[in-house]
Each structure stands twice: as structure tokens, then as C-alpha cells.
């Protein structure tokens, strides 16, 4: 199976930055493709950015578009996400997730979660 392990988050003020980082361990040679969700108090989880595991370019939601950025190393099984000029409506859980061949279809695996929060 693989492990997912999140750090980085925090609080920043408006306008700041913040950079979230997960490292896959276990069976990575699984994985087929990996992301970073949130999820804010009384909305739907989103996928902030998805990208294949191998190759190709990062997928990001609009409202996130010019100011996240996704770096996946699968040498190093990390998959990092770094966000500027953050909004306070990018205020949430953030959860690292991966698609694998073992389990379920989707992105089956994914970690506890790490908050971030905008103040205004």
C-alpha cells in the first residue's frame, strides 16, 4: 500500500504564502497519478491540482490558476504545492491524495490533512 504524509500549512494573512509538501511512501510504483484537495467548512471538496505521476502537466481548478503551483518528483516521491497570493476563500483542509492500482478507482489513497487558513 502506499503512505501519504502532509506538512507545511499554517496561518498567513492575506495576499501571503504557504507551501504544503507530501511524501509517498510504500508501493509507489502503484501510483498512476497524485493531487491536492481541500475541503472548507460547508463546501464540497475540491481538487485544487492533479498531475500524472510520470509525466505531463499539472491540472489546477481556475480559482487557483497563476498562483498555486504542483511539483511532483517521483525520484523523490513528493509531491509539493506551493501557493501565492493566497485569498482567505483558499482557507481549508488541504489533503494530498494519490490514484493507485490497489484499491478502489479514483484517487484511493490520501493523507490526514493539514489546514490552512487566510486571515483577511
Known amino acids: 500500500q502506499v503512505q501519504l504524509v502532509e506538512s507545511g500549512g499554517g496561518l498567513v494573512q492575506s495576499g501571503g504564502s504557504l507551501s504544503l509538501s507530501c511524501v509517498a511512501s510504500?508501493?509507489?510504483?502503484?501510483?498512476?497519478?497524485v493531487g491536492w484537495f481541500r475541503q472548507a467548512p460547508g463546501k464540497e471538496e475540491e481538487s485544487v491540482g492533479v498531475?500524472?505521476?510520470?509525466?505531463?502537466?499539472?491540472n489546477y481548478i481556475d480559482s487557483v490558476k497563476g498562483r498555486f503551483t504542483l511539483l511532483r518528483d517521483n525520484i523523490k516521491n513528493t509531491v509539493d504545492l506551493h501557493m501565492n497570493r493566497l485569498k482567505p476563500e483558499d482557507t481549508g483542509t488541504y489533503y494530498c491524495?494519490?490514484?493507485?492500482?490497489?484499491?478502489?478507482?479514483?484517487?484511493?489513497?490520501r493523507g490526514q490533512g493539514t489546514q490552512v487558513t487566510v486571515s483577511s
Open positions: 498531475v500524472n505521476w510520470r509525466y505531463g502537466s499539472p
Open positions: 491524495a494519490a490514484a493507485t492500482s490497489e484499491g478502489g478507482p479514483g484517487y484511493n489513497v
Open positions: 510504500g508501493r509507489t510504483s502503484s501510483i498512476y497519478a
